[in-house]
C-alpha cells in the first residue's frame, strides 16, 4: 500500500512540474546580449533589438524598408535604389499639420546641424497626407520651415503604401479622425536611422534632448561599421 502511495506521489509531483513549464511564444523568451559600440537592429513582431556577431546571417525577420516609389518636393521619384548605401533618417509628417509637424522637422534641423559628417547621409520625410501633399505643398512646408539642406527630401506618394510601410517597418501607426475636407492625422513624433542597406537600427524621439544626442552617436557608430 505504501509503495502504491509513493508512485501515486510521484505521478502527482511530476504532472505538477509539466504544467510549471508553459509552451511560451518564442518572442516572448527571446533576448539577445548588447554587443559594445554596436548599434541593434529590430526583429519580429515585437521589435526586440538584435545585436548581430557579424558572422552568421541576419535573420530573415529583422525590419527592413524594402519596397516604396516617393515623389519628392523636387519632383524627381525617389525608390529603395537611391537610398542603399547611404545613411537615411526617416520621419513623418504633413504640409496642414499646425501642432507637431513643425516640432519635429525643427527638431530634425537640430540633428542636421548637429551631425558634421554627411556624406551618405539622407533625410526622407514622408507625408502621411499624400492625397493634399503634392510637390507644390512640400516644397511651400520645406521654404516655410526654413530647411536650406539639399539631403534633406520632402516626399508624398501612395497612401495604402505610406501607411502599410509605417506600420509594418516602423511599426508607427498612422490614424485619420475628421472629414475628408478637415482631417486630422495622427501619426509619431519619432525619427527612424535606417542602415545602408534600409535595415532599421535605430528609433528616436524628437521631444528632448537626449535621444538626440544618442541618434547622433549612432551614426557615427554605424559610419565605423
Known amino acids: 500500500m505504501k ?29 539577445y546580449s548588447p554587443v559594445e559600440g554596436k548599434v541593434p537592429y529590430f526583429k519580429g513582431n515585437d521589435m526586440n533589438p538584435f545585436w548581430s556577431d557579424g ?22 521619384i525617389l525608390t529603395p535604389e537611391d537610398l542603399k548605401g547611404k545613411l537615411v533618417l526617416m520621419s513623418f509628417f504633413f504640409t496642414r499639420c499646425s501642432g507637431i509637424c513643425p516640432m519635429v522637422t525643427a527638431s530634425v534641423k537640430r540633428i542636421h546641424e548637429k551631425i558634421a559628417n554627411h556624406t551618405n547621409l539622407v533625410f526622407v520625410s514622408v507625408s502621411v497626407d499624400p ?22 527630401y520632402f516626399s508624398t506618394g501612395n497612401k495604402d503604401e505610406i501607411y502599410g510601410l509605417a506600420r ?58
Open 3 to 31: 509503495k502504491i502511495c509513493l508512485i501515486v506521489i510521484t505521478i502527482l509531483f511530476a504532472s505538477c512540474d509539466k504544467k510549471q513549464a508553459p509552451n511560451l511564444p518564442r518572442a516572448l523568451t527571446e533576448f
Open 55 to 76: 558572422k552568421t546571417a541576419l535573420p530573415g525577420d529583422l525590419r527592413q524598408l524594402t519596397k516604396f516609389t516617393f515623389t519628392t518636393h523636387e519632383g524627381s
Open 131 to 152: 492625397e493634399h501633399d503634392q510637390p507644390r505643398q512640400l516644397s511651400e512646408f520645406r521654404d516655410r520651415m526654413k530647411v536650406p539642406f539639399q539631403n534633406w
Open 168 to 225: 509594418s517597418v516602423f511599426q508607427s501607426d498612422v490614424t485619420v479622425r475628421g472629414t475628408k475636407d478637415q482631417a486630422d492625422f495622427l501619426h509619431t513624433e519619432s525619427v527612424y536611422l535606417l542602415d545602408k542597406d534600409l535595415y532599421l537600427r535605430g528609433i528616436y524621439r524628437t521631444k528632448g534632448l537626449a535621444d538626440l544626442e544618442r541618434l547622433a552617436k549612432e551614426v557615427a557608430q554605424l559610419r565605423a561599421g
